[in-house]
Every structure is written in C-alpha cells, then in structure tokens.
C-alpha cells in the first residue's frame, strides 16, 4: 500500500475537518482570482474603496513560490484556491472602485457642522458645548472625527502592510504625520493674538488628533494581520473582533490606566476621584480642584500658564482655576473612540455584504449605548462616570460613539447601499477636511465670513455664520473641480 497516498487523505480529512467553509482541494479548478485574471465580486459593496490619503486603488499581497499559500476568494469566503510558481502578485478586489462616499460624507458633515458651532452656533445653546456634565450637538463633532479617523486608519494600515512595507518605515511614516498634526495645532493656537510664549497654550484640538492618531496607529502595526487566515473560519461570525484582540487589550490597559489614575491619583486639597468643575461647585469646598486629577496632571506638567484658562464651567461655576478639555489624561479616553471607528474599518474590510456590514453596525450602536447609559446611570448628573466632554469620559465617549455608529449607518444605506444621494456636497468638504479645519481657524475673524452683527438677535448671528460655513463648502466644491486635496 501507498503510505504517501494514505498520509495525503488523511492530511486532507485532518484539514477539511479544522476548515468547513474552505475548500483545500488541490484538484479543483482555480477561482479566477488565483489565475492572474481577477474578476470583480458581484457585491456592490467590495467595489467601494476605503477613504484615506494613504489608500490605493489595488492592493497586492506578494506571495513566496515555495510556500504556496492559500488565497482566499473574496467574493466567495467559502472558497479558496492556490497560487502556482508563476504568481508574483495577488489583487484584493476589495480596493478596486470608488472611494467610500459615506465615510467622505459623514466627515464633511462633521467639519461643517464644527465650522458651523465654532462660528458661533447662532448662539444657541444646543450649538454650544456643555459648561460641564451633559451632552449637546456641539460636543459631536470632535468625538466623530476622532472615530472617522479610525475607520480610515485602518484601511490605510492594511494597504501598506499588504504591499509588504516594513513595519518601521510605516511607523515612521506615522510619526511624521502625528509630528504635522500636532504642529498645526501650535500654529492655530497662536491666531488672534493668542501668541504670547509665556501663557501660550500648548494642547488642543490638532494635538489631540496628533496623540490619539500615533497610539492607534502603532497598535495597529504591529497587531493587525493584514491576511485572511483559515484559524478564524471558526469565529466567522465575530471574526472582525477576534482578528483585532490584541488591539482592543491593549486599548483596555489604557482605559485602565486613565480609570486608575482618574479615581486613585491623590490631588492636593481634592478628594479622591473628585469630577466636578471647581468653583462654585458644591458650596465652593473645592473651587481650586476643575477637573480632578486630569486638570492636575495638566497644571503640573504643562504648567499653569501655559493650559487652557477659559473652560466652559467658568461661566456658570465661577472657576478661576486653568483647565483644557485637550488634556494629557483625557486622550486616554480619545483612544477608545478612535479604536471604536478602526471597529467599523474592520467590518467594513472583513464583511462584503450591505446586510452584514450594518447588522455589526447596529450591534456596536447597542452596545456603546447601553455601556453608556450603565455608566452614568442614564442621569445627566450623578451615577458613577457622568457623560462629560471636558472630561472625556469613559461614558460620554461610548455614547458619542453609538451615534457615530448609527449616523454612519444611515449614510451608507442611502449613499453606498440604496444610491439615493451621491454625498454632495458634504462629500467635498470631507475629502479636504484638514485645509478647512485649519482655514475656518485662521480666517473665522475676517470678513466675508465673519462681521459685526447689527443688533444682537439670533437671526442675525445665525445668517452670518450659516453664511460663513457656506462659503467654506464652496471652497471645497472649486478644490475638488481643481483635484487639489491638502493632506498630512
């Protein structure tokens, strides 16, 4: 009898059995993938290409001639075929066409409407951020670019790591990028006469962005798998969450780490675990203490001087005392939310139907709500981690999180799904949402987009800053007619 032949079925049966969804006969026909002819899923959706500077419109994974890998077929996860010597190079279908208009969409929403609120909302007070515990439209907008920009980062991971780009050279890459953001934020931190080096404010909005993106980006590197791989066939319905384990471990030490030192870390004169605005706040027994141990760790490394000295609870808590809603400790929390968007990446790139896609969508939607509402005991005020947005905390970012879920789901589902809308013309202030973040800081003073109003009505304010947020979409508009995209 032949031992190779009976070594070869039992090794077959041994693999069929580790691997039902995948067919690993050698025997069969090759999908057209494997054959140096790819052919494009008849899913709308693996036609979409993911939003990022970085992407590109065909991915290719070099495969060894000597190791014969598998290849899966992507518009088939059931089938898998493998490469003879004579491939070099492997399309991902899953790049190829267009960009994914409702995540462009869904970002140029997102700067419009802070354009908008930063021009001054009309000066209502739902276009205002809250002074201190609570939730208003205005405090939307910095968490969902925080979260867009982890569904693109990891698309952008993916592409280099699957064009074999060492790991190093992409980590470089990041530092770069993280070193231009937070360079931005110095420069806008310096308009209107705010450039006085001894009180110059050091965090912000860009710096944050700066953190938050080098963190997860780092993570990502060297814990993404940017291959299929059969050990997840198993965990097929959860195996966007399986594959990315490590990411989230990590992402939890940190929370941990923000969680420990937010109600352990002994502040002078404050008690521990203390999160109120200083001042007034409860009879004035700890006016000296904003913000607990993030505005602390602030003061003390930054220095007085040089942090944020106009929070929003001073208006009604009557604080004197400097606290940046920016801070060193809350981008702990940032983190969080950036990794809840590289989630929704993750679904997009591991599940090719609609269906599918938005069912996870909904479930992390759920999720984040309900973590959200346990935490602060669907209370404003009060339960164990109040929603608050100069704090950043654990709760107000898992509910800022569930409406980016939800909102990004409707989007998709008429703009990528059912067609209804093409995304204009949020979708051209989202392709160039860095130049009008830092254009609508630089010129917000300056006329046309902004005058004194005759009399103070909300009418008034409310035509000129709607006039002021309209003129930077056309801004967009004639940069996109150019091609001419600003990038970092």
Not at 249 to 259: K, Q, S
Not at 341 to 358: D, E, P, Q, V, W
Not at 371 to 376: D, G, I, R, V
Request: charged share 15%; proline share 5%.
């Amino acid at each position: 009898m032949d031992i190779t032949w009976i070594t070869r079925v039992l090794t077959h049966i041994v693999e069929a059995e580790r691997t039902p969804l995948l067919s690993a006969s050698r025997s069969e026909s090759q999908p057209s993938i494997a054959s140096g002819d790819p052919q494009p899923s008849t899913s709308s959706a693996s036609h979409l290409q993911p939003s990022d500077s970085a992407s590109t419109s065909m991915a290719y994974t070099p495969q060894s001639s000597s190791s014969q890998p598998a290849v899966l077929d992507n518009s088939n996860p059931a089938q898998v075929s493998f490469p003879t010597s004579s491939q070099g190079l492997i399309p991902d279908n899953r790049r190829e066409g267009g960009r994914l208009r409702s995540l462009d969409a869904f970002r140029g929403l997102a700067i419009v409407l802070m354009i908008f609120v930063n021009y001054g909302g009309g000066k209502y007070y739902f276009f205002a951020h809250a002074r201190w515990n609570g939730l208003t439209v205005a405090d939307l907008v910095f968490p969902w670019f925080l979260w867009i920009m982890g569904t693109s980062l990891v698309f952008s991971m993916r592409s280099q790591l699957r064009r074999a780009t060492r790991r190093y050279v992409i980590v470089l890459r990041i530092l770069k990028r993280s070193v231009t953001l937070f360079a931005l934020g110095i420069i806008v931190n310096s308009t209107n006469g705010k450039n006085y080096m001894p009180t110059f404010r050091i965090l912000g909005v860009l710096q944050r962005f700066a953190i938050c993106y080098f963190l997860t980006a780092v993570i990502e590197v060297y814990c993404m798998n940017p291959q299929e791989s059969p050990e997840y066939v198993r965990y097929w319905v959860v195996r966007d969450v399986v594959r990315s384990a490590a990411q989230w471990g990590l992402t939890i030490i940190l929370i941990a780490v923000h969680t420990t030192i937010t109600f352990a870390l002994p502040v002078p004169g404050c008690p521990k675990g203390y999160l109120g605005p200083g001042g007034l706040h409860e009879g004035g027994r700890f006016s000296n203490c904003t913000g607990g141990a993030a505005g602390y760790i602030d003061r003390v490394v930054l220095g007085s001087a040089h942090v944020y000295s106009h929070p929003t609870s001073a208006v009604i808590y009557n604080s004197d005392t400097p606290y940046d809603p920016e801070g060193l400790l809350g981008a702990l929390t940032s983190v969080l939310m950036v990794q809840f968007g590289a989630a929704c990446g993750r679904i997009i790139l591991t599940f090719h139907s609609h269906k599918g896609r938005i069912f996870c969508w909904v479930v992390w939607a759920g999720t984040t709500g309900l973590l959200a509402t346990c935490l602060c005991f669907g209370r404003k005020e009060g339960g164990a981690i109040p929603v608050n947005k100069n704090l950043w905390s654990l709760s107000f970012v898992c509910c800022t999180a569930c409406f980016a879920f939800i909102l990004f789901s409707v989007f998709y589902i008429i703009i990528d799904q059912k067609k209804w809308w093409s995304g204009s013309p949020l979708r051209y202030t989202g392709m160039n949402s860095i130049l009008l973040y830092v254009g609508h800081e630089i010129c917000g003073s300056l006329f046309p987009w902004s005058w004194k109003p005759v009399g103070q009505h909300h009418a008034n304010y409310l035509i000129m800053n709607l006039w002021g947020m309209s003129i930077w979409i056309c801004v967009a508009y004639v940069l996109h007619r150019k091609k001419l995209y600003l990038s970092v």
